[in-house]
């Protein structure tokens, strides 16, 4: 399990500063599948006794119904639960040293990475349509120099927010590696 | 005249098809369980949301075990029909 007080590969002095998953208007789809699959035996019941009652009492066609629908049922409940792993095991660190990217794409695949923050040069913020713009999410991509690296919070809320903080932080972890920073950015040596 | 092919099946023949799926599906949902819990983040949330998934499969094979044992298993089934002419 995460534990976002003992992250991987602890840094001294690192301190969260935000945990990000999407907005949780992401589970909207989920949600509304939830109810239909768990509401689903209730309403094939009502159907069957209002229109086709005879099929209830039928010795053989009913037992097939109930195997089918029952199986239907449970991997149905299972893809609606793998579906939102797939969100609720997405996530975004932000440290005050660096941003740590966990992606989980399906069951069996998932990907982590790892950026500092005196590494990051830009950050950017995006929030396209309607329902973003009304609930405030949206993107915030974060590109280093040098490096196609690209990190990409999906549908975070409040990306401007984050987008800046990330900026500030990357500053001042920036002062505190600049030797560091010199070499990666190959800028002049300050020590010349 | 026409003779008459037939193929009978027991019922019981369908559940087997049905516990073979089902144990399929006990073995992705045990593997799901473990990602959840391997990957999740460490917390309330992460164990609620898991217990209810299980408790909702188990439900579901309360509801479906009780009714298959009142159903007769030894019934069969005709799933193939066929007419042949005949000489």
């Known amino acids: ?22 907005h949780p208007i992401s589970l909207l789809g989920i949600s509304v599948g939830t109810i239909l699959i768990l509401a689903s035996p209730w309403i094939g019941y009502w159907y069957l006794l209002t229109f086709q009652p005879a099929l209830l009492n039928d010795a053989i066609v009913f037992p097939f119904l109930a195997l089918g ?26 440290t005050n040293r660096r941003v740590l990217n966990i992606e989980q794409t399906g069951l069996f695949s998932r990907t982590v990475s790892e950026l500092r923050m005196y590494r990051i040069q830009n950050v950017t913020a995006t929030i396209t349509g309607v329902l973003h713009t ?7 991509e974060i590109e280093t120099a040098g490096e196609k690296l690209r990190f990409v919070f999906e ?8 987008a800046k ?14 030797d560091t920073a010199v070499e990666e950015f190959a800028l002049p040596d300050k020590k010349k | 005249m026409a003779r008459s092919l037939l193929s009978m ?4 023949f369908f559940l087997l098809i049905w516990l073979i799926v089902m144990s399929v599906f006990v073995l992705l949902a045990l593997l799901t369980v473990v990602m959840a819990l391997r990957y999740g ?12 998934f299980l408790i909702v499969i ?17 019934q069969t089934v005709t799933v193939f029909s066929t007419a042949l002419p005949t000489l």
Do not use: C
């Open chain 1, 1 to 22: 399990m995460i534990d976002l007080h003992h992250l991987p590969n602890p840094i001294p002095d690192e301190q969260l500063v935000y945990f990000l998953r999407r």
């Open chain 1, 155 to 162: 549908d975070v809320p409040h990306p401007n927010r984050v």
């Open chain 1, 69 to 94: 629908s029952s199986a239907f049922l449970l991997f149905t409940w299972m893809f609606l639960f793998q579906n939102f792993l797939d969100y609720y095991l997405d996530m975004w660190i932000v």
């Open chain 2, 58 to 74: 188990a439900l579901g094979f309360v509801a479906s075990g009780s009714y298959f044992s009142t159903v007769d298993w030894t």
């Open chain 1, 134 to 140: 009304i609930l405030d999410y949206g993107n915030v």
């Open chain 2, 41 to 52: 983040l460490s917390g309330f949330t992460t164990y609620i949301v898991t217990a209810g």
């Open chain 1, 165 to 178: 903080t990330i900026l500030e932080l990357a500053e001042e972890d920036r002062k505190d590696h600049l």
């Open chain 2, 9 to 12: 099946l027991p019922l019981s």
